[in-house]
Nanobody, 119 residues
C-alpha cells in the first residue's frame, strides 16, 4: 500500500505564489510518473503537470507559471506555482504511478489540498 501526503495549499492573492509538496510512502519499488491534477467547483478534474524522470509536461493554462519537479531520493514531487490567478482556484491532487516489488503497477491519489486565489 502507498500513501500520498500533500501539503502547501492555502489562500493567496492574485499574482502570488504557492509551493505544493507531495510525499509518497509505503511499499514502493519505483515511482514512474508523478503528477498534479486539479478540480475546480463545477468543473472536471484536469491534469496540471506531470513528470517522468526529468521530462515535465504542463497544461497550456499553466505553462510559464508553474514548475513541477521531483526528488526521487525522497519520493517527493513539488509544484511551484507563480503568478497565480483566480482561475487557478481548485483542489489540487497528487498522483503517483508506482511499480511494486512484484512488478505490478498501481496509481495512487492524495487526499487533495485546497488552493484559493482571491483578492
Amino acid at each position: 500500500q502507498v500513501q500520498l501526503l500533500e501539503s502547501g495549499g492555502g489562500f493567496v492573492q492574485p499574482g502570488g505564489s504557492l509551493r505544493l509538496s507531495c510525499v509518497a510512502s509505503g511499499t514502493i519499488f519505483r515511482i514512474n510518473v508523478m503528477a498534479w491534477y486539479r478540480q475546480a467547483p463545477g468543473k472536471q478534474r484536469e491534469l496540471v503537470a506531470a513528470i517522468t524522470g526529468d521530462s515535465p509536461v504542463y497544461a497550456n493554462s499553466v505553462k510559464g507559471r508553474f514548475t513541477i519537479s521531483r526528488d526521487n531520493a525522497k519520493n517527493t514531487v513539488y509544484l511551484q506555482m507563480n503568478t497565480l490567478k483566480p482561475e487557478d482556484t481548485a483542489v489540487y491532487y497528487c498522483v503517483s504511478a508506482v511499480t511494486h516489488s512484484n512488478y505490478s503497477t498501481d496509481d495512487y491519489w492524495g487526499q487533495g489540498t485546497q488552493v484559493t486565489v482571491s483578492s
